[in-house]
């Protein structure tokens, strides 16, 4: 009995922290032992808690932890993907729309199917088009259109590609050794650079410096 009300305590707190954003109080919680399938009173689990209110980055922190991207509502009807479309087609403004798709895309990145059946009948595709939500139904569809190639006039289908992961090396690239200034040829090098500005510019600093006097020594034509 004691074990079952604290496992309902922790579900209900992680439920609510979701909801609330707090995405330390939930790594806590989850790293205590709260299960990120079990349903809150209202039923709704950590991960479409955090959904409800949008709250993006606690939704990547549960996907990351193990949250599972498929699992509906206590009452087997929404998916969580199905689940942010609904929020998104209930925002206020075009903008807080365009904001909710990313929820969408993350969901998506993270393997939610864009057109599988569900409990409720349409696909996650078609809920958007019957929702009218232009943003859930272009990443949606972006999703599940595989890409068209031409190849020697045959079309080609392919999935999109996926990012190559590159490996970083194991240790830092060898640098050569630097060698050492020898302080002979930077006083050779300084004293060839002012000989030579000395004979460009000696005659001109002369002219400037004593012309008076030559002007009075020699005569004038």
Do not use: C
């Amino acid at each position: 009995m004691a074990e079952h009300h604290e496992a309902h305590r922790k579900t209900h707190d992680l439920v609510q922290t979701a909801f609330k954003g707090d995405v330390a109080a939930v790594a806590r919680l989850v790293e205590e032992g709260a299960d990120l399938r079990a349903y809150s009173d209202g039923g709704l689990n950590a991960l479409h808690a955090a959904i409800e209110n949008n709250q993006l980055q606690t939704v990547e922190l549960l996907l990351q932890l193990g949250a599972d991207v498929e699992q509906t509502t206590r009452d087997g009807w929404f998916t969580p993907l199905l689940h942010a479309i609904e929020v998104s087609s209930d925002a206020a403004s075009q903008l807080e729309q365009a904001r909710s798709g990313d929820m969408i895309d993350l969901l998506l990145r993270h393997g939610a199917s864009p057109t599988a059946d569900t409990a409720m009948g349409p696909s996650p595709l078609e809920f958007a088009r019957q929702l009218a939500n232009p943003v859930a139904e272009a990443l949606l569809r972006v999703a599940a259109a595989p890409i068209e190639l031409m190849l020697s006039g045959e079309t080609v289908r392919a999935m999109p590609l996926q990012p190559i992961a590159y490996e970083t090396p194991e240790r830092p690239l060898e640098q050569k050794p630097r060698r050492p200034v020898d302080i002979r040829h930077v006083v050779a090098y300084t004293a060839a650079i002012a000989f030579v500005l000395g004979i460009v510019f000696g005659p001109l600093i002369l002219a400037l410096r004593y012309g008076h006097l030559l002007r009075s020594i020699l005569p004038e034509p």
